[in-house]
């Protein structure tokens, strides 16, 4: 390989690198603004459309830790992640002046994979929890109950407006 295509490969791998780093810090702002809007969104979905009492409350409450659960991952996801940039800093300099780091491994950069991977999953699942309570709730205050429609009287629709 001439010099013209190392350099042609380096160029190409830094960018690819670059691309890469570009990509996680949009996953991981992502996944925070996402699950903070899912909290406050479903927290407006319970005061302003269901009032009273929630059908099923508890699937609220699951939903609710599953996205607190995915910001605290996340979270925890750029401290590992700012610890393996360190680590393998550490690794790289080793190889460099010939002190070995070649076959070290980078447990910080596993443990950032791991919980990017349990947030996304975490979300998705309370994502899917609030969809059913959701729906449940919008089904109550529409009027329907096991498939069927409630007779609403005048004194309700008075209450509701």
């Known amino acids: 390989m001439t010099d013209n295509e190392k350099q042609i490969y380096f160029d190409e791998r830094r960018l690819l690198v670059e691309g890469e780093v570009q990509v996680a810090a949009r996953f991981d702002k992502s996944i925070l603004t996402l699950s903070g809007g ?14 009273g009492s929630p059908k099923d409350t508890w699937v609220l409450i699951v939903a609710w830790i ?23 800093r550490d690794i790289l300099d080793k190889e460099y002046s010939s002190l070995g780091g070649r076959d070290e491994y980078n447990c910080w950069a596993c443990a950032t994979k791991w919980l990017n991977r349990i947030s996304i999953v975490v979300f998705l699942v309370a994502i899917s929890f609030l969809g059913y309570f ?10 329907y109950q096991d498939g069927q429609v409630k007779t609403i009287t005048e004194r309700e629709v008075k209450a509701y407006n």
């Not at 599953?66 to 393998?88: E, F, H, K, V, W």
Request: glycine share 4%; proline share 0%; charged share 15%.
């Open 66 to 88: 599953l996205l607190g659960m995915a910001i605290a991952a996340m979270l925890i996801s750029l401290l590992t992640s700012q610890r393996a940039y360190q680590r393998q």
């Open 134 to 143: 959701s729906i449940k709730n919008i089904e109550k205050s529409l009027g």
């Open 38 to 51: 899912a909290l406050l969104l479903s927290m407006t979905f319970v005061k302003d459309i269901v009032r």
